[in-house]
């Protein structure tokens, strides 16, 4: 079983910028599809944009434009590019692989400030 781990949440003002960073332990090319999601406190987890072994990509209508995953096979990675962030992109971001299983990582915060 892979494990992913992210980085690069923080605190932005609105209108800026950050990029993700999930790590996958062992092989991306073991992982059939890779993505982002992302929760806030009551609220079920939704869907943010995957990318598939192919390198086709999927957004949500909320992020289309303005976000982009992306990954690099070298270093078993796979990024989320966020821009033009706004205040109700405050949410904690998963990072979710379909590696053989389904695996999740433990989530980055990312708050967006007006």
């Known amino acids: 079983q892979v494990q992913l781990v992210e980085s690069g949440g923080g605190l932005v003002q609105a209108g800026g910028s950050l990029r993700l960073s999930c790590v996958v332990s062992g092989s991306i090319f073991s992982c059939n599809r890779m993505g982002w999601y992302r929760q806030a406190p009551g609220k079920q987890r939704e869907f943010v944009a995957f990318?598939?072994?192919?390198?086709?990509?999927n957004y949500a209508d909320s992020v289309k434009g303005r976000f982009t995953i992306s990954r690099d096979t070298a270093k078993n990675t796979v990024y989320l590019q966020m821009n033009s962030l706004k205040v109700e992109d405050t949410d904690v971001y998963y990072c979710?692989?379909?590696?053989?299983?389904?695996?999740w990582g433990q989530g980055t915060q990312v708050t967006v400030s007006s």
């Open positions: 979710h692989g379909v590696c053989g299983t389904t695996n």
């Open positions: 990318i598939m072994y192919d390198g086709s990509t």
